[in-house]
T-cell receptor
Framework: GAVVSQHPSWVICKSGTSVKIECRSL??????MFWYRQFPKQSLMLMAT?????????EQGVEKDKFLINHASLTLSTLTVTSAHPEDSSFYIC?????????????FGPGTRLTVL | QKEVEQNSGPLSVPEGAIASLNCTYS??????FFWYRQYSGKSPELIMF????GDKEDGRFTAQLNKASQYVSLLIRDSQPSDSATYLC??????????FGTGTRLTVIP
């Protein structure tokens, strides 16, 4: 149980293009999904929190117009990196919290490695 | 400013030994604490969590929590080479999010 998938697992794009990353909870309903970014040899940095049917809450310093998050259902959230630039190259990981869990465990997707040329 | 401090390592232990991973946190409001393991190039996977002072055991893993000292640790008994990874400590914040430390890199030597 508690499986989270991400697609694609890796993507290479040209500077200025937009990239969409999908995050799905496969066997549970996710009340909340989180998007993290991880640069090499650094820890996970929370970018935003999204609840189904409402606008995402972005962490300080994260541009909401650049990183568009849509959480259309209890099993799907998408992150769109708009007008990507080389400095956006990173490992993007989503996680999901299951409805009904008492202690707020987050289950992570396998991550998406984005390379912007 | 929330802070989570972990010794970055690398921590090297021989196979079969006990590995001890430590974490201190600054947010006194944190109530639950999570340990994740992350292999190189992969996403984190949950090992266990603890919310009460004292010890919590799960197989070869034991989490220890001391809220007064703002300290949480993870012990791995009978360490195996497959345990070699980065271990992330993550207290839960008041906003019901997790705040991750930079992790401790563990190497188990066969």
């Amino acid at each position: 149980g508690a499986v989270v998938s991400q697609h694609p697992s890796w993507v290479i794009c040209k500077s200025g293009t937009s990239v969409k990353i999908e995050c799905r909870s496969l066997d549970f309903q996710a009340t909340t999904m989180f998007w993290y970014r991880q640069f090499p040899k650094q820890s996970l940095m929370l970018m935003a929190t999204s609840n189904e049917g409402s606008k995402a809450t972005y962490e300080q310093g994260v541009e909401k117009d650049k990183f568009l998050i849509n959480h259309a259902s209890l099993t799907l959230s998408t992150l769109t990196v708009t007008s990507a630039h080389p400095e956006d190259s990173s490992f993007y990981i989503c996680s999901a919290k299951s409805r009904g869990l008492r202690y707020n465990e987050q289950f992570f997707g396998p991550g998406t490695r984005l390379t912007v040329l | 400013q929330k802070e989570v401090e972990q010794n970055s390592g690398p921590l090297s232990v021989p196979e079969g030994a006990i590995a001890s991973l430590n974490c201190t946190y600054s947010d006194r409001g944190s109530q639950s604490f999570f340990w994740y393991r992350q292999y190189s190039g992969k996403s984190p996977e949950l090992i266990m969590f603890i919310y009460s002072n004292g010890d919590k055991e799960d197989g070869r893993f034991t989490a220890q929590l001391n809220k007064a000292s703002q300290y949480v640790s993870l012990l791995i008994r009978d360490s195996q080479p497959s345990d070699s990874a980065t271990y992330l400590c993550a207290p839960e914040t008041g906003a019901n999010n997790l705040f991750f430390g930079t992790g401790t890199r563990l190497t188990v030597i066969p």
